[in-house]
């Protein structure tokens, strides 16, 4: 059963950087095919897809964030990261991650396993 959890600051200073980690369990963050992604929800508002890295190594980034955000993994831990620079209030949101698999019988990719997610509030 794989398993997914947000871990760190629950809250950041506007201009820093916001810093989470994800920790899975029950399954490698190596396993081909599988794509690992941040997703976030001001309150509020709708969920924000922020950005992927692969089983590889390899990242992609939702455009509006890309120039500040920046995804990472530790293998060796299991886990992956996500960094956010230069924050503002507006950055205030639940932040999750989950584990993106394509569907060959559909030919999309969905995110299929979640965590409970962590609250970051950016204030001063």
């Known amino acids: 059963q794989v398993q997914l959890q947000e871990s760190g600051p629950g809250l950041v200073k506007p201009s820093q950087t916001l810093s989470l980690t994800c920790t899975v369990s029950g399954g490698s963050i190596t396993t081909n095919y599988y794509y690992w992604s941040w997703i976030r929800q001001p309150p509020g508002k709708g969920l924000e897809w922020m950005g992927v890295?692969?089983?590889?190594?390899?990242?992609n980034y939702s455009p509006s964030l890309q120039s500040r955000t920046s995804i990472s993994r530790d293998t060796s831990k299991n886990l992956f990261t996500l960094q956010l620079s230069s924050v503002t209030p507006e950055d205030t949101a639940v932040y999750y991650c989950?584990?993106?698999?394509?569907?060959?019988?559909?030919?999309?990719?969905?995110?299929?396993?979640w965590g409970q997610g962590t609250l970051v509030t950016v204030s001063s």
């Open positions: 890295i692969g089983y590889s190594g390899n990242t």
């Open positions: 989950a584990r993106m698999d394509y569907s060959v019988s559909y030919y999309l990719w969905y995110l299929a396993v």
